[in-house]
């Protein structure tokens, strides 16, 4: 890779994102609370600019999902940030279940504070009606099937998996309403396609791993040192006499500290040569996974 790289450019908007966000745009008629599905590792990144304008004065709730992967003082603040917003937000772990219950009473809450409305309507009695937004791969089919209680949504590890819209019935008082991911034709900035790439919501094989695998690298050498010295078993010594460098460049810094990782980690080809590929991947990958540790991406 070129050491002096410091731009990726990411687009991906799939054709089928236009007719799924007209269908949601409907859909949302016969809805009483929306849910929405954030990544809380990166719950600005993670949600989509459009939802808002779509729910337009439509009741919600905030998700904070993949708690287990991010700092919990951190996933706090956030939820605190939203409150401030005037939006209702828990912090939730999908796959094992924390903070489903707590999500369930706050979806019960909010419809109880608008309920006079309801009634006016003649909704005396009627369940809870309720759609669960969210881009790609912030886990929404984990947390649908958490809170039925068994796999009725379709679960998949690549982006998008969930296809067609299904109401399911949570208890006696919610239906939900599932809906595909939907990602945005254009993102606000580079940080936030980056985001979205270490993540996972965008296809690994639409991007350029290295460049990727390289510039989260270059986030967490500066934010999560510990992180990577007790994942990769390194010096820390070492690592300072990396970054002290005077004669490279910060990116020819994190080159070497990259190609390190993959000596340490086996990533080697002819020659000698660390894979950088393989390398990038076992980043990301660890990363995701949760194997570097807890790491919120996004602070306030």
């Not at 996933?75 to 401030?84: A, G, L, M, S, V």
């Not at 270490?198 to 510990?226: A, N």
């Not at 086996?266 to 390398?279: C, L, P, Q, R, Y």
């Given at each position: 890779?070129?050491?002096?790289?410091?731009?990726?450019?990411?687009?991906?908007?799939?054709?089928?994102?236009?007719?799924?966000?007209?269908?949601?745009?409907?859909?949302?008629?016969?809805?009483?609370?929306?849910?929405?599905?954030?990544?809380?590792?990166?719950?600005?990144?993670?949600?989509?600019?459009?939802?808002?304008?779509?729910?337009?004065?439509?009741?919600?709730?905030?998700?904070?999902?993949?708690?287990?992967?991010?700092?919990?003082?951190?996933?706090?603040?956030?939820?605190?940030?939203?409150?401030?917003?005037?939006?209702?937000?828990?912090?939730?772990?999908?796959?094992?279940?924390?903070?489903?219950?707590?999500?369930?009473?706050?979806?019960?809450?909010?419809?109880?504070?608008?309920?006079?409305?309801?009634?006016?309507?003649?909704?005396?009695?009627?369940?809870?009606?309720?759609?669960?937004?969210?881009?790609?791969?912030?886990?929404?089919?984990?947390?649908?099937?958490?809170?039925?209680?068994?796999?009725?949504?379709?679960?998949?590890n690549k982006p998008g998996v969930t296809r067609?819209?299904?109401?399911?019935?949570?208890?006696?008082?919610?239906?939900?309403?599932?809906?595909?991911?939907?990602?945005?034709?254009?993102?606000?900035?580079?940080?936030?396609?980056?985001?979205?790439?270490?993540?996972?919501?965008?296809?690994?094989?639409?991007?350029?791993?290295?460049?990727?695998?390289?510039?989260?690298?270059?986030?967490?050498?500066?934010?999560?040192?510990?992180?990577?010295?007790?994942?990769?078993?390194?010096?820390?010594?070492?690592?300072?006499?990396?970054?002290?460098?005077?004669?490279?460049?910060?990116?020819?810094?994190?080159?070497?500290?990259?190609?390190?990782?993959?000596?340490?980690?086996?990533?080697?080809?002819?020659?000698?040569?660390?894979?950088?590929?393989?390398?990038?991947?076992?980043?990301?990958?660890?990363?995701?996974?949760?194997?570097?540790?807890?790491?919120?991406?996004?602070?306030?």
């Amino acid at each position: 890779m070129e050491k002096n790289s410091s731009k990726t450019n990411i687009n991906w908007y799939p054709g089928h994102m236009a007719k799924t966000k007209r269908q949601i745009i409907e859909d949302l008629k016969l809805i009483d609370v929306v849910v929405e599905i954030l990544d809380a590792r990166i719950p600005i990144s993670s949600r989509n600019p459009d939802i808002e304008q779509w729910i337009q004065n439509k009741s919600k709730l905030m998700v904070l999902n993949k708690a287990d992967l991010a700092q919990e003082e951190e996933t706090k603040k956030w939820i605190q940030y939203f409150k401030q917003q005037k939006i209702e937000a828990v912090s939730v772990n999908a796959n094992s279940g924390e903070g489903i219950n707590q999500a369930i009473k706050k979806i019960e809450e909010i419809y109880q504070k608008n309920q006079e409305k309801y009634e006016i309507k003649g909704r005396i009695g009627k369940a809870i009606r309720v759609m669960i937004l969210g881009i790609p791969n912030v886990g929404k089919s984990s947390f649908i099937n958490r809170l039925t209680k068994k796999n009725s949504a379709t679960v998949g590890n690549k982006p998008g998996v969930t296809r067609q819209k299904q109401w399911i019935r949570i208890n006696q008082n919610i239906e939900l309403l599932d809906t595909p991911g939907v990602l945005w034709p254009k993102f606000e900035s580079e940080e936030v396609a980056l985001n979205l790439a270490y993540t996972g919501t965008i296809k690994d094989d639409v991007l350029e791993v290295i460049e990727i695998g390289f510039s989260l690298l270059k986030t967490l050498v500066k934010d999560y040192p510990s992180n990577l010295l007790e994942r990769y078993k390194l010096e820390e010594l070492e690592m300072e006499e990396i970054m002290a460098q005077k004669d490279l460049e910060e990116n020819e810094k994190i080159l070497e500290v990259m190609h390190w990782i993959g000596r340490k980690r086996g990533a080697i080809i002819s020659g000698g040569n660390v894979d950088e590929d393989k390398t990038a991947k076992i980043i990301l990958e660890d990363f995701r996974n949760g194997k570097l540790g807890r790491i919120t991406l996004e602070k306030i």
